[in-house]
């Protein structure tokens, strides 16, 4: 059906577009046409979450090998000072710039088999002159200061006299009623000396800084 015919003289109006209004429907258009799917923006999500992973492994990697390295003890032979299973901080890096000192807290290869590591205390250095009587270590002719060691804790054995070889250091377990040490296996060369126990980090409770 055909509608009447407008009336004569009759303009239709027609409401103008701005030219803004008309570049705001373009864009919303284009939007709507770009938008990604939800497979798209969870596979832009898991490729970020990738390389966050992967960024974190190399960084672990580098300071591992580098700087630091996370041990665990395994026995009582550090007793009391560390336990069976603690959780350490090792710093490798600065014996690479210095050396251990009397009393540095070490994570070592064991001389005899270097497959396997051990965590000990730097007694005496190179060129000291170490012995033990009836479980008092003297270093130098002068009795060690280790009170860090409770009586339980102390042997009653006597070794040397002896005098530490260049290069070379005399390390004990803290318990040293029950510690393979120095004292049965000899002196540990600088090279076999992994780093320095700088933290124990777990247990939480018992967490402490090593000077």
């Not at 109006?13 to 046409?33: I, N």
């Not at 070490?106 to 033990?132: C, G, H, N, Q, T």
């Not at 860090?148 to 250091?169: A, K, L």
């Amino acid at each position: 059906m055909v509608g009447p015919n407008p009336p004569s003289g009759f303009t239709p109006v027609v409401a103008p577009v701005s030219a803004q209004a008309a570049d705001e429907a373009l864009r919303a258009a284009t939007a709507e046409v770009r938008r990604p799917s939800i497979w798209m923006r969870a596979a832009e999500e898991l490729f970020t979450w990738f390389k966050t992973l992967a960024s974190a492994a190399v960084y672990a990697t580098l300071i591992v090998t580098f700087g630091f390295q996370v041990a665990r003890v395994e026995g009582q032979s550090m007793a009391p000072t560390l336990s069976d299973q603690d959780r350490l901080i090792v710093n490798k890096a600065i014996y690479k710039v210095g050396e251990p000192q009397r009393g540095d807290i070490v994570m070592l290869w064991y001389p005899v088999d270097p497959d396997k590591s051990f965590v000990k205390r730097v007694i005496a250095e190179p060129r000291d002159r170490v012995r033990i009587v009836d479980g008092r270590v003297f270093v130098n002719d002068v009795q060690l200061e280790d009170a860090y060691v409770p009586s339980e804790y102390r042997g009653h054995d006597d070794w040397g006299p002896q005098e530490i070889p260049e290069g070379y250091y005399f390390v004990m377990g803290d318990h040293r009623n029950n510690s393979s040490d120095s004292r049965h296996w000899g002196t540990v060369p600088k090279k076999y000396i992994i780093g320095k126990v700088q933290l124990r980090w777990w247990p939480l409770p018992r967490a402490t800084v090593f000077e």
